[in-house]
């Protein structure tokens, strides 16, 4: 493991406790709310296995697993997937296909090419040495035609502060990666967009947003969902 996934695996480990207590409400109500039904309107579960690419605690998967999924969830933080398996009650176990969790480095996974008929990747490409490497393994994983979902951090959200020790000459875990440079770097190496959701900052109306450049409603945004199918 490099010198930058090993600082990703120590810091998420750490993070991982106070994350489990958030991501309920994440993903329920929060900024995440909206990602799983934009998924399932590209991905449906008799598609084939999904992969939950940076699971966390594993809140996703659970969640597609009872919606009868078949989800395998990986995370480069071994604290992430415990608690990821910590998170699978009856009800998740009697899914038709409960979800699979192990750890990994996003950019180079155990798994033979086009397994995946889709792949959700949330705030996890920022996050590694090479943007590039990551979507072009997403690539190798995905079947022809398949669905990458990827978000993305607006250019003001608050996550992107693990990258500012930069400035002082000291490694970091986030690689300041832009929605535009992550939806240009998709197009240029496989990948066509099918679709953009911004997720708002609190604060700010969809009415203000809209109307507005591309460039100016991800500049709004918390985060950008990239609905991208794999050529």
Same mark, same amino acid.
């Given at each position: 493991?490099?010198?930058?996934?090993?600082?990703?695996?120590?810091?998420?480990?750490? *993070?991982? !406790?106070?994350?489990?207590?958030?991501?309920?409400?994440?993903?329920?109500?929060?900024?995440?709310?909206? /990602?799983?039904?934009?998924?399932?309107? *590209?991905?449906? +579960?008799?598609?084939?296995?999904?992969?939950?690419?940076?699971?966390?605690?594993?809140?996703?998967?659970?969640?597609?697993?009872?919606?009868?999924?078949?989800?395998?969830?990986?995370? /480069?933080?071994?604290?992430?997937?415990?608690?990821?398996?910590?998170?699978?009650?009856?009800?998740?176990?009697?899914?038709?296909?409960?979800?699979?969790?192990?750890?990994?480095?996003?950019?180079? $996974?155990?798994?033979?090419?086009?397994? *995946?008929?889709?792949?959700?990747? @949330?705030?996890?490409?920022? =996050?590694?040495?090479?943007?590039?490497?990551?979507?072009?393994? =997403?690539?190798?994983?995905?079947?022809?035609?398949? /669905?990458?979902? $990827?978000? @993305?951090?607006?250019?003001?959200?608050?996550?992107?502060?693990?990258?500012?020790?930069?400035?002082?000459?000291? !490694?970091? /875990?986030?690689?300041?990666?832009? +929605?535009?440079?992550?939806?240009?770097?998709?197009?240029?190496?496989?990948?066509?967009?099918?679709?953009?959701?911004?997720?708002?900052?609190?604060?700010?109306?969809?009415?203000?947003?809209?109307?507005?450049?591309?460039? #100016?409603?991800?500049? $709004?945004?918390?985060?950008?969902? =990239?609905? #991208?199918?794999?050529?």
């Amino acid at each position: 493991m490099n010198e930058w996934s090993q600082m990703a695996k120590d810091q998420w480990d750490q *993070f991982a !406790a106070d994350w489990h207590k958030r991501s309920e409400n994440m993903w329920e109500k929060g900024s995440r709310r909206t /990602i799983l039904p934009l998924f399932t309107r *590209f991905v449906g +579960p008799k598609s084939g296995p999904v992969l939950d690419a940076g699971c966390g605690d594993g809140y996703a998967s659970c969640k597609l697993a009872v919606g009868g999924y078949q989800v395998t969830g990986v995370d /480069i933080a071994g604290e992430m997937i415990r608690l990821a398996y910590d998170r699978v009650d009856d009800r998740v176990k009697n899914s038709p296909f409960p979800p699979q969790f192990q750890t990994g480095d996003v950019s180079q $996974l155990p798994f033979e090419d086009g397994r *995946f008929s889709g792949i959700l990747c @949330i705030n996890v490409t920022e =996050f590694t040495p090479s943007p590039l490497a990551a979507l072009q393994e =997403f690539h190798r994983l995905l079947k022809p035609e398949g /669905i990458l979902l $990827l978000g @993305i951090l607006g250019p003001t959200a608050g996550p992107r502060g693990h990258s500012y020790r930069r400035l002082y000459g000291e !490694a970091t /875990i986030q690689n300041t990666m832009m +929605p535009w440079e992550a939806k240009q770097l998709a197009e240029e190496n496989g990948f066509t967009l099918l679709e953009e959701e911004p997720v708002y900052k609190e604060g700010v109306p969809a009415s203000l947003a809209q109307p507005l450049p591309v460039e #100016l409603r991800e500049a $709004l945004s918390f985060l950008t969902l =990239f609905v #991208l199918k794999r050529g």
